[in-house]
């Protein structure tokens, strides 16, 4: 089975501009959660989509949306790009969020670098 | 506030020896954990989890380690191998926040040959 895929895997882009990431789960799996990495705040959840429904969202600005299709793929977007919105963008799945006890598999991230 | 916080940010070992790994966690309101894998340039890498009804849990040459009484979380890793060589996180998981997993700092484990 494969895993989590996400593309593009890295982008360069400038202040100011937008960034639209995508994630294609594992297949099988309806539950698709975003995570920002940065050296300096390490992993923090930006929010997680189920059934196309935003379940859960983290303290991150209205400038970071998201939002699942049909198929459980799932696209986020930034919008006015900052300096500090450059890292790695990280996309998880996992086969239904029940309690939140399920097993979370991630893919290899998107490295986004803001100029 | 919402942390999981490492106790050892970088820890060497020699190649063959035990490595543990320590974290602890803030909410007692946590009920699952997770420990993640992460190599250079890669996702993070599930390598084992717990549920809070239970203390221990065996993986293939890792073992994790609940203390709920003052919320610690431990990775011991078995027999070290140069590929075991990588960045380790935990993360919690409250349960009534859906899949939204908390993470720790993460610690960086070198394996000398």
């Known amino acids: 089975k494969a895993g989590v895929t996400q593309t593009p895997r890295y982008l360069i882009k400038t202040r100011g501009q937008q960034v639209t990431l995508s994630c294609s789960p594992i297949s099988g799996h309806r539950s698709v959660s975003w995570y920002q990495q940065t050296p300096g705040q390490g992993l923090q959840f930006l929010f997680e989509y189920f059934s196309e429904t935003q379940r859960n969202k983290g303290n991150f600005p209205g400038r970071f949306s998201g939002r699942q299709f049909s198929n459980s793929r799932s696209e986020m977007n930034v919008s006015t790009l900052e300096l500090g919105d450059s890292a790695l963008y990280l996309c998880?799945?996992?086969?239904?969020?029940?309690?939140?006890?399920?097993?979370?598999?991630f893919g290899p991230g998107t490295r986004l670098l803001v100029l | 506030g919402e942390s999981v916080g490492l106790h050892l940010p970088t820890l060497s070992v020699q190649e063959g020896d035990n490595s543990i790994i320590n974290c602890a966690y803030s909410?007692?309101?946590?009920?699952?954990f997770i420990w993640y894998k992460q190599e250079s340039g890669k996702g993070p890498q599930f390598i084992i989890d717990i549920r809070s009804n239970m203390d221990k849990r065996q993986g293939q040459r890792v073992t994790v380690l609940l203390n709920k009484t003052v919320k610690h979380l431990s990775l011991q890793i078995a027999a070290t191998q140069p590929g075991d060589s990588a960045v380790y996180f935990c993360?919690?998981?409250?349960?009534?926040?859906?899949?939204?997993?908390?993470f720790g700092q993460g610690t960086e484990l070198s394996v000398k040959p």
């Open positions: 998880a799945s996992s086969y239904h969020p029940g309690t939140g006890q399920e097993t979370q598999y």
């Open positions: 909410n007692s309101a946590s009920d699952y």
């Open positions: 993360a919690e998981n409250m349960g009534n926040q859906g899949g939204k997993l908390i």
